[in-house]
């Protein structure tokens, strides 16, 4: 979002912060297309560009930048709810959207189906799962808490395990499941700043302490702080130890680069508009083939040999136009490449945390090292952990500085700011931040 515009908020920004002044933002307005970005205007890559130099060429992203609608007049470091649509995703959405809305019940039950089937495949084969591997769901939560309500393997001493940085809405479901048993659920506090082998460390030893665990939850990327758990090797132990995984990849499809065998799980629940850029409204359940026998079918639904993934949601009506949206969706995230997005998101975390971490007042919270860091992160001032402290921070963040940025309220070490990049930001915008941050002293 380097263009004049920018500039001259932000030479109004600094005006106001060498006057003392309050600076206020004016609600964004949205820059429309002029025209349509095809695929041809995209930027070439060329074969022998690493990520990580593609990752510092600003001059790229600027030319990625106008694939997205632009909206002025903050700094939005909260991309972490959902993301944009690029504008040709954008439009084959709208396409889409008159499509069934003309062709209506006439489409929907004569043609559906197939083209379902097509997206769900097309998921399947961008994650590397088989397609009777995968269903499509609304969201994230709709397949993570299938499987946690539908888990049926829980016996009268077992317990369950779940961890402070997991997704708030999880761990109470987590919670509700050891109620509704009447078993007990293990809480496991992650350190607030961990590299891989401190989170791989916390959890052997939960798991040591707790030999009667069957079931845990396994956050990808957590929704607090970005950061990234070697979801592989803990699995790994966890299944030596006879624990079952359910893996939250909501947050991590996209904003990584990986393939569902590299994370070594069996279940999975993802979701494709945040980081694949799909119109909201779609999501994916993951169930390796030989697994389902442990997550009942929802109920109602038939699957006497377990074979059937599709048997455990029953999603009834949704949006057909984002479920038709997501071969585009997925082709122009190919189009960027997972491993360039994944790169340039993390380039642009550490523009600002590397400065942070200088500042005595600032505490960044989650990566200590990179396998564990995503674009996404997270800091508080120092000492200031409560929801009153976090609030502050965000509304001073926004209404003196124009940058926009949400509070996380989930981990044991107390409340904190979330700051999320996208790929259409640009490395000035993050200097706004930067600005900010300094400014907060
Ligand atoms: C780690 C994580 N899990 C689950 C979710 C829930 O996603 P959704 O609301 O799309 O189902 C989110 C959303 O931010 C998340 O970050």
């Not at 009268?156 to 109470?172: G, R």
């Not at 999975?268 to 359940?285: D, T």
């Not at 200590?368 to 997270?378: N, R």
Request: net charge neutral; aromatic share 8%; hydrophobic share 40%.
């Amino acid at each position: 979002m380097s263009n004049d515009s920018t500039s001259f908020n932000r030479r109004t920004m600094l005006k106001s912060l060498t006057a003392g002044a309050i600076y206020s933002i004016a609600a964004p307005n949205i820059v429309q297309a002029k025209s349509s970005m095809s695929p041809a205007d995209f930027p070439s890559i060329s074969e022998d560009v690493s990520p990580q130099s593609l990752a510092i060429n600003e001059s790229f992203w600027a030319r990625v930048a106008p694939f997205y609608d632009t909206a002025q007049g903050i700094v939005n470091l909260e991309h972490g709810y959902w993301g944009k649509m690029s504008r040709p995703v954008q439009e084959d959405f709208v396409t889409n959207t008159r499509k069934v809305n003309t062709e209506l019940s006439y489409y929907a039950r004569k043609h559906y189906a197939d083209d379902q089937i097509i997206s769900s495949n097309k998921v399947a084969a961008a994650l590397g799962a088989k397609n009777e591997e995968l269903v499509l769901t609304r969201n994230a939560t709709e397949s993570i808490h299938n499987l946690i309500r539908q888990y049926n393997a829980l016996g009268q001493n077992d317990a369950v395990l779940y961890t402070d940085i997991d997704y708030p809405s999880f761990k109470e479901t987590m919670q509700w499941l050891a109620t509704s048993r009447n078993i007990e659920a293990v809480k496991v506090v992650l350190p607030a700043q961990a590299d891989q082998k401190q989170i791989l460390d916390t959890y052997i030893e939960a798991f040591d302490k707790h030999p009667n665990l069957k079931l845990m939850l396994l956050t990808h990327v957590s929704n607090q702080h970005g950061l990234v758990l070697p979801v592989a090797k803990i699995s790994a132990i966890a299944k030596l130890r006879g624990i079952d995984v359910i893996c939250d990849c909501a947050q991590s499809w996209g904003l990584l680069d990986f393939n569902i065998n590299d994370l070594n799980v069996d279940w999975a629940g993802f979701n494709l508009h945040k980081w694949i850029g799909s119109p909201v409204g779609v999501g994916a359940l993951y169930m390796k083939n030989g697994s389902l026998n442990k997550i009942s079918p929802y109920p109602g639904e038939s699957d006497p040999d377990n074979t059937k993934t599709s048997a455990r949601v029953h999603t009834a009506t949704v949006n057909f136009a984002s479920i038709l949206t997501i071969p585009a969706a997925i082709d122009f995230h190919q189009r960027i490449g997972g491993k360039n997005k994944e790169a340039r998101l993390r380039h642009l975390r550490a523009l600002w945390v590397n400065e942070a971490k200088k500042m005595p007042h600032i505490e960044v919270l989650g990566a200590l090292d990179d396998e564990s860091s995503s674009g996404m992160g997270a800091f508080r001032l120092k000492g200031k952990t409560s929801l009153q402290d976090a609030q502050a921070l965000q509304k001073r963040l926004e209404n003196e500085f124009g940058v926009f940025t949400v509070v996380r309220v989930g981990l044991d070490s107390g409340c904190c700011i979330r700051v999320t990049p996208q790929v259409f930001t640009s490395a000035n915008d993050i200097s706004q931040l930067v600005l900010a941050l300094k400014n907060l002293a």
